[in-house]
């Protein structure tokens, strides 16, 4: 969300209008998403009211299964929660993000954790892919983001900073990543909630260094994404505002000198 035109907004208000299925669960939903070819749903239970967290397959083309609220396969996830997760390349596992930093790539056929690494000293906020989905980049609240090969899982880059890391993207067509974060509410002073100081950061994904900074929120950024052109990259606050930047001609021709 964020960077949808006009007419991407009409249609999919029109689309919208008819829900297609429902499926009820016993605590809050964490994550959720569609698999490549869009016939499969997965999503993660929160660990809450006695409950434990779990992440549920349904294949769409199996009308029994939305039905009965009956998914296909049923993943317990006993250790520590799932925080964040998207599927992996080809739509063959999913991976993700805990509560105690550690990443999960899961099968979507047997359930089976195929990968396991622990990385993050702290939980895992959210994940993004990249464009062609050969990689992707971690969110932590141990106040870092980190690249990663999805499908090995092996750990590639880190970017660190003072505060922790809501959100990271990657930029479709430059060696870029956005994070945006900042410090817990409570943790917030008055101060710099009024100068607008919370700040969308970009750095240089080979060299992990820091080249930009972005004001204008009122408090923490809870969510980035870039466009899809590269070309304007949006960030959610806890603010209540999504702000829209298009980068302007320097963005494009700057080059990083290591």
């Not at 809450?48 to 317990?76: A, H, T, W």
């Not at 870092?144 to 809501?166: C, I």
Request: proline share 3%; glycine share 8%; charged share 25%.
């Amino acid at each position: 969300w964020g960077h949808a035109g006009k007419s991407d907004q009409v249609f999919a208000v029109e689309d919208c209008r008819k829900q297609l299925a429902l499926l009820k669960t016993n605590s809050a939903v964490r994550t959720c998403g569609f698999d490549f070819g869009g016939n499969i749903i997965m999503f993660s239970t929160d660990k809450q009211m006695g409950y434990q967290c779990f992440v549920s397959f349904f294949d769409l083309r199996d009308p029994s299964q939305i039905d009965n609220n009956e998914p296909y396969m049923k993943i317990p996830c006993n250790d520590s929660k799932i925080t964040s997760a998207v599927w992996g390349p080809l739509g063959e596992c999913i991976i993700a993000g805990h509560e105690s930093g550690e990443l999960n790539q899961y099968s979507a056929k047997s359930g089976e954790v195929l990968v396991n690494v622990k990385e993050h000293s702290r939980q895992i906020n959210d994940i993004q892919l990249s464009r062609d989905m050969t990689m992707f980049v971690t969110a932590s609240k141990d106040n870092t983001a980190k690249l990663f090969d999805s499908t090995t899982l092996e750990h590639q880059k880190t970017f660190r900073t003072e505060r922790p890391v809501n959100s990271a993207a990657l930029s479709p067509n430059y060696d870029h990543v956005v994070l945006g974060g900042g410090q817990e509410a409570m943790d917030v002073t008055t101060t710099s909630t009024r100068i607008g100081k919370f700040e969308a950061r970009f750095f240089h994904l080979a060299f992990e260094e820091e080249f930009g900074r972005v004001k204008g929120h009122f408090g923490p950024i809870n969510s980035v994404a870039f466009h899809p052109d590269g070309k304007s990259y949006s960030s959610g606050g806890e603010d209540g505002y999504v702000r829209i930047h298009y980068f302007d001609p320097q963005y494009f021709e700057f080059e990083f000198e290591a």
